[in-house]
Structure formats: C-alpha cells, structure tokens
C-alpha cells in the first residue's frame, strides 16, 4: 500500500510565498525594456541564502512574532519538577483514636475549604464500647456519683461544724477554729473532683473534643453527625497552604553545583503562573534508586495559587550570573549543528545569524555574540524562516 507523503502547513506556505515571488520576479523582468536580458534582484537581499523576505501576508499566516531584545544577566540553570507540600508545622492530620461516633459543634461541622482558626472545635469523639467496657463506664459513673455524694454530705458537715466554732470564738481555742477551717477546705476540694468525675464520664468514656491546632484550611474531610468512625480513619486535614514546601529530587551531578538561595518556578500545569522559591536545604542522602537529591523549597502561597501535591517546574541555578543579550529559548534555532538565531532587518526581510550561546535558565538564553540588544529577533515561526532562507 502506497502511503501519502507528509508535510506541515508552514513548508506548503513558504514553498507558496517562494514560488509567487519567482513569478513576481519574472513579472519584473517582462516589464523591462530588455527582455534578452536577465533581470537584476530586487535587492541584495533576494541574493542571500542567509536572508529571507517574506510579505507581511505570509508573516501573518505563519503567525511570526517577534521581541526587541535587551541585555541582562543570566545564569545557567537545569529544570526539573517538584512537588508542593505541606510544612510538617503547618499539616494537621485529626484521626479517629478508636471506633466510635462523631457530632458536630454549634454550628455544625467546617466543610472542604473552609478556613479554621487555632483552638476551634471541629467536633467531638464518642468511642464504641464493647459489653464489658460499658459495663465498667457503668460501675465507675455509680462511683463517681457516690463519691460526689458523700462529699457534699462532709463538707455541709463542715461547714456547719467551722460556723459554729467561729460563733464561739474566744470561748473555744483559735487551734480549734483552724483545724474546722482545714476540714473544711479538704471537704471542697474532694468535692469539686468527684463533680469533675461525674461530668467527664457523662457523656461516655473517652468522649474528647476534637479540635484544630493551628490556622488553617481544610483541605480533607466529609463526616455526617453520628456517623461511624473506625479506627485510624482520617476525619480532617488542615492545612497552612499561606506557606508551602516545594521538594525536588535532584540528580546527584546537578545538586553539587546548586547555587543561590532563591529559584524560580511555575506550575506544571499553567506555566504563566510563577513564582520564587528560598532553597531551605539540600539533603546529604543519595538515593541508591534514582541516584537523587532531597532539595526543599518555600514558597509565599497567600494567593492559593498552588495547591498540595501540584507540579512544579524548578529552574534550579548551576552557575555564576553572566552578563549577555536575552532572547527567548524559542529564537534558538540549531543550523547544521550551528546555533543561529533570526533577525529582522526590515518590514519583509529577516536575517539569519549564527551566534554563540551562553547560559540557559528557565525559558531564556543569553547570548555573547551575534545580535545586539535593541534588534528584533523571531520568537514565534522562526523555523518557518530559516526554510524560507534555505535551511
């Protein structure tokens, strides 16, 4: 079976504007008064096999964009993807201690997304008890009771016992006074720890308020009042997202050239969306596996841009800062292995020049030689160009 042969839209279109700008050129010629003799180029341009004219037309259906390049500083840099995660001080995990059952505050329970404050109640914990453990939470609020009871008994008895010692004041020993005083004071204090008893296990045993231990939002969790927690489950998630970690794995021949203690990033996802991270450490464990580098990052996430667990491209620096023309790393163009990139000259003329590169960081190179700043070079389309130009 015979297949079709394959070619892109922008060769069809260069091969187009090349072939009408032969036939213009004949149409020149016939317009001289010469016809015997050949016609002289436009330009010397036409000539150039490192130049190329392209109506502004063409440059329009080729979707040429170009940039006015500046000089700047620039220093190498390697790519690699990160991910964001929480801080170990800014995660809280609340799990179930037991099997049991979970109710709602006043107000009812925080929802996905909702922003908690330290110190609030998300909701309280009943354990499930077994036969035997009801049995003794059974036995122990009846000794609770009992014990409260016989305190209030004591200490109305010495209450009674300290007044009338006090009506009877320099008939009987100021010893005497005190020591009803001291009978007294223990009678309360046994008191307020039975009603303490009492009070705890009302409302079953091990029943505890669950509460947030820092600022944050909830990023896991989806109870029912009543429901059945088992054991271990994770009830909520709350995390400080104003704050982020962002941990790379770095290949052990890049991390020994890290430099710099801010890099910049971009979400995987959205790379218009950017930011800086500040290098926190760089691990000294090489993984026998991938042969990498623990690396950690922060990053300021008031604006919840990131979310945990996203992709992060991380444009970690290797080298010193070198000073060069900028161009975007799209201008690059690679020429029989001769790195070239695409000037325009004028309105439809464009120019290709071999350069030499330096440093690359993120979406720019610089380059030491062969443009300079102030010239337009192609951002967009400029493979397109260099076919126009010959290759």
Do not use: C, Y
Request: charged share 20%; glycine share 10%; no cysteine.
């Amino acid at each position: 079976m015979r297949t079709r042969p394959f070619f892109n839209v922008a060769s069809f279109i260069v091969a187009s504007m090349v072939a009408l700008s032969a036939v213009d050129h004949r149409a020149q010629a016939h317009g001289g008064e010469d016809h015997g003799t050949p016609a002289k180029p436009s330009s010397a341009v036409a000539q150039d096999p490192g130049s190329a004219r392209l109506p502004i037309e063409t440059q329009f259906l080729l979707g040429l964009r170009t940039e006015r390049v500046k000089r700047g500083t620039l220093a190498s840099s390697v790519g690699q993807v990160g991910t964001a995660v929480a801080r170990p001080t800014g995660d809280l995990v609340i799990v179930a201690p037991t099997s049991g059952r979970i109710f709602p505050p006043d107000g009812g329970f925080v929802r996905l997304g909702d922003e908690v404050k330290k110190g609030q109640v998300l909701g309280s914990f009943r354990p499930i008890l077994s036969g035997a453990e009801s049995a003794q939470l059974g036995l122990s609020r009846s000794d609770a009771t009992a014990r409260m009871a016989s305190a209030e008994a004591r200490l109305m008895l010495a209450e009674r016992e300290l007044q009338r010692r006090r009506d009877l004041e320099g008939i009987v020993a100021k010893k005497e006074v005190q020591e009803a005083e001291a009978e007294a004071s223990v009678a309360r204090s046994d008191l307020m720890r039975a009603r303490a008893d009492v009070g705890s296990l009302a409302g079953g045993a091990g029943a505890q308020k669950l509460v947030s231990t820092l600022d944050g939002t909830v990023v896991l969790g989806q109870v029912s009042p009543g429901a059945t927690i088992t054991s271990g489950a994770e009830i909520w998630r709350v995390v400080d997202l104003s704050t982020l970690w962002i941990d790379v794995r770095v290949p052990e021949t890049d991390a020994v050239r890290l430099t710099g203690a801010r890099t910049e990033m971009a979400l995987v996802v959205d790379p218009t969306v950017r930011f800086v991270g500040r290098r926190l450490a760089t691990g000294s464990l090489i993984d026998p596996a991938t042969r990498t580098v623990q690396t950690l990052f922060e990053i300021d996430n008031k604006d919840r841009r990131v979310r945990v667990g996203s992709l992060v491209s991380v444009f970690l620096t290797t080298g010193a800062s070198v000073e060069s023309v900028v161009v975007p790393s799209s201008a690059l163009l690679d020429r029989n292995g001769i790195p070239v990139i695409i000037v325009k000259t004028a309105p439809e003329v464009f120019e290709v020049r071999s350069v030499a590169a330096g440093p690359k960081a993120g979406g720019s190179i610089g380059i030491q030689a062969g443009v300079r700043a102030g010239e337009r070079v192609v951002v967009d389309g400029a493979m397109a160009v260099l076919l126009a130009a010959g290759g």
